[in-house]
């Protein structure tokens, strides 16, 4: 926890490097004189709206792990620190999705809601993504995503029904303070989705496969100039290789190799044939043909290498040191064919930045 002086000397680094980024260095003293009154008050300052934008901008520039920082200056920030329950929490997430979406123009969007104030009631959003397919464990294996198994779980103990299918959309869990998290459906006309077929196997839509077409994640917590925001959910468009490879292709997750590869009549019975390899490529391909067919946003990995490129190139001219964790930022597949593989990166941690957050979902 910050005491009054580290927690002022927080906001007068971020506050400083905002005000220069923004052209407004004639403005930061005053505001200073401001803060250090609020803090030295109420343990606590109140960001501005232009404060708070370009310091979510910041964070998603020194996200390290992140290939897409090229499009950093472009997020749209919708200011929600006025929303403190949870049904004004729900309505506010159906219509960040709603904006994102875009038809499939995905709009890279942040909302934004109470930062979290000694004394005040939190407001805490369980789900990891706000889009994502429940997992249930049934005696022959789990039916949809494992890593959906905890949550499907408690929104089933919260009296939650489905169809259970591979792809059941999750209910929103909200918990605004100590209160019991509440579960708020999500309506069917928001949530867009994607049927994965292949170009060149008319087979492949015989698999029954789809994915959402917007990851917006729910669960870090935004840290800007020592404010704590415990609820920024954030989403950008994906890169195909989180479908293809890791969604899909995971053994603990949809474990769909074995499936793609007889399909395409490889011989699994050893590794040397390099069949896991191929059917990746496959199951990435559709992917990449589905979203666009549907006009999806996605980016595939050497495009959004390239950009990653740009990013790097644009931060050196800007003067700042490009932080980046490589083990991340390579795709998980034909991770030798972007410049990634030959570069290294220092993984300093900047703030404004997004942090995991410490307590465990219920
Ligand atoms: C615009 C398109 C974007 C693309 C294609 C993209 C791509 C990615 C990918 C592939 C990862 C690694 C995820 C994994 O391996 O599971 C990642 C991580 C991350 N991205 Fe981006 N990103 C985008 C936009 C954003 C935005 C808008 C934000 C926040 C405002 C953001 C913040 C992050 C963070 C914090 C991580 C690390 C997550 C963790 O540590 O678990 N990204 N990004
Ligand atoms: N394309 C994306 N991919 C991700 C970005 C951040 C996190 C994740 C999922 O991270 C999980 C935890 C570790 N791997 C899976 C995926 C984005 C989501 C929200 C904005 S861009």
Known sequence: TYGPRDRYEAAENFLRQCYKELGREGDVESRLKEVWTSIGRQNHYVHTTAELEHGAKMAWRNSNRCIGRYFWDSLHVLDRRGIDTAQGVYNALIEHIDFATNDGNIRPTISVFPPAVRGNQQVRIWNHQLLRYAGYETENGVIGDPNSVALTDYCRSRGWSSQRTDFDI???????????????EIPDDVVMEVPLSHPNYQWFSDLGLQWYAV???SDM??????????????????????????NFGDVDRYDMLPTVADQ???????DRTLWKDEALAVLNQAVLHSFEKQGVRIVDHHNAAEQFKRFEQEEREAGRKVTGERSWLLPPNASSTVHIFENTYENEIRTPNFFYREDPPP
């Open 170 to 184: 999750l209910p929103l869990v909200i918990q605004v303070g100590d209160k019991t998290p509440e579960l708020f």
């Open 221 to 246: 917590r935004l840290e800007i100039g020592g404010l704590q925001y415990p609820a920024a959910p954030f989403n950008g468009w994906y890169m195909g290789t989180e479908i293809g490879s890791r």
């Open 215 to 217: 990851p917006i994640i």
């Open 264 to 270: 395409l009549g490889l011989d699994t019975s050893t």
